[in-house]
């Protein structure tokens, strides 16, 4: 494709007029966000950015965040450590059920809620959210920071998540303690963020973690391949069988309206927009990637 940013804008005209869903209301900051705003970007390997719409709009990280603590901890923690913790079977269920594992209490995988906070869990508790933002931000090419006041709606409101944090912390799979797990977990979630820097997070997985236009090697190969396995199989949670039908990349959603898919070797799709379909990604989105991978010939199969 030569104009991929013409095209993306032609894709954005398309996608614009799917309004349904709604925007997720289990914290006032995200209840009262503009449903309306719509953007699209492409980061590719090679280090070119293609944009469409509201690309560097603001908005929460939310779970678009879980792959890449995932990540950090596989890569800080090591395999071992990490795989005795958290499994990488798909759970088949929404992002917040409760899916421990009878007998051990380990989550079934990273991308969970449970999987993401026994994630956050194994990195080191002194500046771990620090940690956290440095590496998005190395990843976005850009400084990123978390917002106070979403981060603390998140903690007021996330009993669940405290809850499992807890349970965890019974079964020995939680390595910290789960009030201040919780709270990283919930201020990483809080990390603002735009569909352009997805974009290069993405396409940093795309090149193997080598994040496109620093050319720093941010993520060793082993560990992308892991974490695009997971994606493949969870990220999607329990729409993970028709995105990879009609999709058929790696992919990951968050609450915020956030939503990122990889090409090996090729490039990261990145979209934004609030309005969310019933296992909590964006309706948009979703419409968004599955034209583009379609049209682009993206589908792995
Ligand atoms: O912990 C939660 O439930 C939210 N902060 C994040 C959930 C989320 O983004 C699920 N993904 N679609």
Known sequence: ?????????????????????????YIPALAEADPEPFGIAIATVDGQLHEAGDSRTQFSLQSVSKPFTYALALQEAGFEAVDAAIDVEPSGEAYNMISLQ????????ALINAGAIAATSLLPHKGRMSRLL?????????????????????????????????????????????????????????????????????????????????????????????????MTMSGMYDEAGWWMVRVGLPGKSGVGGGL?????????LAAFSPRLNEHGSSVRGVRTCEVVSRELDLHVM
Do not use: K
């Open 1 to 25: 494709m030569d104009d991929l940013t013409g095209y993306l804008a032609d894709v954005h005209r398309r996608v614009l007029p799917f309004t349904d869903g709604e925007v997720a209301s």
């Open 260 to 268: 990122i898919a990889v090409a090996p070797g090729q490039l990261g």
């Open 134 to 230: 440095r590496f998005y931000s190395s990843l976005a090419d850009r400084q990123l920071h978390a917002d106070a006041s979403i981060a603390m709606e998140e903690v007021e409101n996330g009993h669940r998540n405290l809850a499992m944090a807890h349970l965890m912390r019974s079964f020995d799979v939680l390595g910290d303690d789960p009030v201040e797990t919780t709270r990283d977990y919930c201020a990483a979630c809080a990390t603002m963020i735009t569909a352009a820097d997805l974009a290069w997070m993405a396409a940093t997985l795309a090149n193997s973690g080598r994040q496109p236009t620093t050319g720093e090697q941010l993520v060793e190969p082993l560990v992308v391949q892991r974490v695009l396995s997971v």
């Open 102 to 109: 009878d007998e051990t209490g380990h989550p079934d995988n």
